[in-house]
């Protein structure tokens, strides 16, 4: 299926086409459930929801073509970061990002990354980008209460 490989942001627009199913049953919750049915007659089928107030999170979801059952699933519907506000902390933000760019840049899914700032980075910045990282762990640490000593003390008897 296409859905599993889409990225979907909630409060979008969304429009993909699918092969084995006209019908999708998205459900996270009994106050978060909406359906999806495809349009055209034959293969394949385009799906398409515009803008709408759905919630963040994580959704199970069904398939159906014709009214029976050919799958289900698990996906994630990402916070429009631009209309919804962002419950993470800052330095939170900061640090997934530079993980997000790390990653990117590692496994070479990109040859450029742009970080939260503006910064663009390619993968000769890695290590520059790496040591940004562990500052920013740090200060997520910090923010998020859970302060890491980096003194051992020990005892001698």
Known sequence: M???SLKLVANTDWSWTETVCNRIVFFKDASNKFTLEGSGSAAPYTFSKPAQNITAGKYLFQSFLN????????????????????PRLQWTRIYQNLMGAI????????????????TQVTLDDLTKLIQRA????????????RRISRKVLTRFY
Request: aromatic share 8%; no cysteine; hydrophobic share 30%.
């Open 103 to 118: 990653e990117a840049l590692s496994t070479k899914q990109a040859q450029t990354v742009n970080l939260f700032d503006g």
């Open 134 to 145: 562990k500052y920013a762990e740090s200060k997520m640490n910090e923010e998020n209460g």
């Open 2 to 4: 296409n859905l599993t």
């Open 67 to 86: 009214n029976i059952f050919v799958g289900q699933g698990e996906i994630t519907i990402y916070p429009n970061l631009a209309t919804d506000e962002d």
